[in-house]
């Protein structure tokens, strides 16, 4: 698939004018698309053209090229995988209560934030720009990342000692926020790119001069998604807290700081993925629709199963008030 046919969607809106995209158009500009979707590093260069070109930009960087297809599949496969696995934990969950594993196996050998899994996820990640067929990264890179931090939340690290789970859990740490760093050096990229080849014209100088009437800004100004967020910071807190309690022990106001760091992950989470849901929606393309929505149902089936695990507690706990208080009447 060429990046003429893959980008033709979301860029629909810019063929009623004189864009960068446009000039391409039946012109063989494949390569030049390709490196300005791929450019991480802008160069703004003085213009005397202040009315028609008031900002000058070129590509300084150069990209090494797609990896093959079959590349882009076994990541593919890597992503359902890490998707069936989380939800088949999660149903398991809510159907019995603290699921370690399976036949045997630990839960968390399985699952995308576990020991064993989540280098994978780092290593698709960090080099998810030149994964661009079958499963592209720039597109679909941020559902990955929102199975890794739901995987995060929903299923703790289990170990025997202390010092084996502080291990665990700061690998997971680590892993969330070089995850999302390593998404934003794939997005941002990306999105800057599409902004530069929608909202702006070829000047001719060179093969990716472009001339634009506003500054190019890094991540593009309609994609408001970033990798590292609040929404990973609050994972990240959540996840440090979860440490605390298990090495000092589970005291009250302890429990009730990580059950709330926990809440608040979980609606930063669930708000990324309604975003990110309505802006595949509005921008087309059916595969990355259905890849958010499936992703957005995991996020809300951990959330229903943790509200209802609170009710379910906080149900027993009254019951257990109201018969303690009916045996001190008598």
């Known amino acids: 698939m060429s990046y003429d046919q893959m980008l033709s969607p979301l860029l629909e809106g810019a063929a009623g004018r004189s864009s ?15 490196q300005i979707l791929k450019c991480t590093r802008w160069q703004l260069e003085e213009t005397t053209d202040f009315v028609t070109c008031p900002y000058h930009y070129y590509c300084d960087s150069s990209y090494p090229g797609d990896y093959h297809s079959a590349v882009g599949a076994l990541v593919a496969a890597f992503a359902a995988y890490c998707f069936a696995a989380a939800l088949a934990f999660t149903v398991l969950d809510l159907v019995r209560s603290g699921a370690a594993g399976v036949r045997g196996i630990k839960r968390k050998y399985l699952v995308p934030s576990g020991p064993f899994l989540l280098p994978l996820v780092l290593l698709a990640l960090a080099k998810g720009q030149r994964v661009n067929a079958v499963f592209p990264l720039a597109q679909l890179g941020p559902a990955l990342l929102l199975l890794l931090q739901a995987s995060a939340l929903a ?17 997971t740490v680590s892993g969330v926020l070089h995850a999302s760093l390593y998404l934003d050096a794939v997005v941002l990229p990306y999105y800057t790119g599409l902004e530069a080849l929608r909202w702006s014209r070829f000047s001719g100088e060179c093969a990716s001069c472009l001339c634009r009437m506003e500054p190019l800004v890094v991540g593009g100004t309609a994609m408001r998604y970033r ?3 609040k929404t990973a910071l609050a994972i990240i807190f959540a996840l440090c807290s979860r440490m ?3 090495i000092y022990g589970e005291e009250r106001l302890s429990a009730w700081t990580r059950s ?18 309505g802006w595949v929606s509005a921008e ?12 957005a149902g995991l996020v ?18 009254q019951s257990q008030w109201k018969s303690s208080l009916c045996h001190s009447n008598v």
């Open 20 to 34: 960068a995209w446009t000039s391409q158009l039946g012109l063989g500009g494949d390569a030049v698309t390709r």
């Open 155 to 171: 299923f703790r690290n289990e170990a025997d000692g202390d010092i084996r789970y502080a291990v665990l859990e700061a690998s």
């Open 227 to 229: 990798g590292l967020s």
């Open 244 to 246: 605390v309690c298990r």
């Open 260 to 277: 709330a760091l926990e809440g608040v992950g979980w609606v930063f989470v669930a708000a990324d993925a309604v975003y990110l849901v």
């Open 284 to 295: 087309g393309g059916a595969v990355g629709v259905a890849a958010y929505s499936m992703v």
């Open 300 to 317: 809300f089936l951990c959330v229903f199963g943790k509200v209802y695990r609170f009710l379910a507690w906080a149900e027993s706990r």
